[in-house]
T-cell receptor, first 110, second 113 residues
C-alpha cells in the first residue's frame, strides 16, 4: 500500500503559468481533500470530494479548480498562478474519524 | 463557524520534560476532536482522537481528554523524547464521520537532548 501519493514534490512557476497537482490513493476511500499549509495559518481546506463525481468548495477555493477523475485520483489545478499561491499543498483521503495525508507539494510562484 | 484555538508557539523542552499543549474549540454541538502530528518533511498523521465528551485518546505516550465543560482537548505527555520534535495540530470535526476537519494553526515542538 502506497497510501496517498502526490506529484510533483516541488514546483516553481512564474506568475500566470498553469499547472496541475496530482493526487492518488490506493485505500479505496470515498472522500478526498486538498489543503494548503502556510506559516502561522495551519491547514486550510481548498476543495473536497465526498465521493466520485462530486466536489465542493472549502475555505479558500478562489484561484483553484479540482477534478475527481475516478475514485483513486483527485487533481488540483491552478489556471493562472499568483505569488499568493506559494504554499505547501497536501492531499488527503479519509475513513470515518481519520484522514490520511500525502507527503505534500511545495509550490513557489515567482 | 467552528474554530480551533491552539496555544502560541514554538515550544522548546529538554528531553524527559512534561509536555502540555493547549487546545480549545468552539462549535455548536459536540464535535469529534483530534490531534495530528507532522514530522519534518512529511504529511500529517493522526496521533489520537476522541469522539465524545469525557473520552480520552492516547497513543505513543500522548494523551488528551475531551472536556465538554471547558471545551478543551489539551495534549499531554509525561516525558518527551527528541523524536517527538514535530508540529502538532488540534482539529475538530463536526457532524458526520467523514465531514470536514477544522484545524488549529499548529505548534512547533522542539525537544533538545
Amino acid at each position: 500500500n502506497a497510501g496517498v501519493t502526490q506529484t510533483p514534490k516541488f514546483q516553481v512557476l512564474k506568475t500566470g503559468q498553469s499547472m496541475t497537482l496530482q493526487c492518488a490513493q490506493d485505500m479505496n476511500h470515498n472522500s478526498m481533500y486538498w489543503y494548503r499549509q502556510d506559516p502561522g495559518m495551519g491547514l486550510r481546506l481548498i476543495y473536497y470530494s465526498a465521493s466520485e463525481g462530486t466536489t465542493d468548495k472549502g475555505e479558500v477555493p478562489n484561484g483553484y479548480n479540482v477534478s475527481r477523475l475516478n475514485k483513486r485520483e483527485f487533481s488540483l489545478r491552478l489556471e493562472s498562478a499568483a505569488p499568493s499561491q506559494t504554499s505547501v499543498y497536501f492531499c488527503a483521503s479519509s475513513v470515518p474519524y481519520e484522514q490520511f495525508f500525502g507527503p505534500g507539494t511545495r509550490l513557489t510562484v515567482l | 463557524g467552528d474554530s480551533v484555538t491552539q496555544m502560541e508557539g514554538p515550544v522548546t523542552l529538554s528531553e524527559e520534560a512534561f509536555l502540555t499543549i493547549n487546545c480549545t474549540y468552539t462549535a455548536t454541538g459536540y464535535p469529534s476532536l483530534f490531534w495530528y502530528v507532522q514530522y519534518p518533511g512529511e504529511g500529517l498523521q493522526l496521533l489520537l482522537k476522541a469522539t465524545k465528551a469525557d473520552d480520552k485518546g492516547s497513543n505513543k505516550g500522548f494523551e488528551a481528554t475531551y472536556r465538554k465543560e471547558t471545551t478543551s482537548f489539551h495534549l499531554e505527555k509525561g516525558s518527551v523524547q527528541v523524536s517527538d520534535s514535530a508540529v502538532y495540530f488540534c482539529a475538530s470535526q463536526y457532524t458526520g464521520a467523514n465531514s470536514k476537519l477544522t484545524f488549529g494553526k499548529g505548534i512547533t515542538l522542539s525537544v533538545r537532548p
